[in-house]
């Protein structure tokens, strides 16, 4: 099992940037991977980003080239990095943890005004 604690959520005008953590209660190291959903008004949780044990990262198209997902793993912890913000990122955004199971976090909110 694992916890998973998010912070980093709020409110920013479009263009701005926010930078999401997820501090795990386990190594990352012993996690398969990592990552973000988020999930907006109205819509269906949809995946971010993912970065796996080994650093391979992957990106969901409408993020590419403006959110960068990392890790450090001496804190346990994976972070969003989220610029050039636009308004249809509003939503929120869930941390999760990939071991035999999927474990989520509790969400935090991001809201980009126009």
């Known amino acids: 099992q694992v916890q998973l604690v998010e912070s980093g959520g709020g409110s920013v005008q479009a263009g701005g940037s926010l930078r999401l953590s997820c501090a795990a209660s386990r190594s990352i190291f012993t996690i398969n991977a990592m990552g973000w959903h988020r999930q907006g008004p109205g819509n269906q949780r949809e995946l971010v980003a993912t970065?796996?044990?080994?650093?391979?990262?992957n990106y969901a198209d409408f993020v590419k080239g403006r959110f960068t997902i990392s890790r450090d793993s001496a804190r346990n912890t994976v972070y969003l990095q989220m610029n050039s913000l636009k308004p249809e990122d509003t939503a929120v955004y869930y941390c999760?943890?990939?071991?035999?199971?999927?474990?989520w976090g509790q969400g935090t909110q991001v809201t980009v005004s126009s």
């Open positions: 970065i796996t044990r080994g650093g391979s990262t």
């Open positions: 999760y943890a990939r071991m035999v199971l999927d474990y």
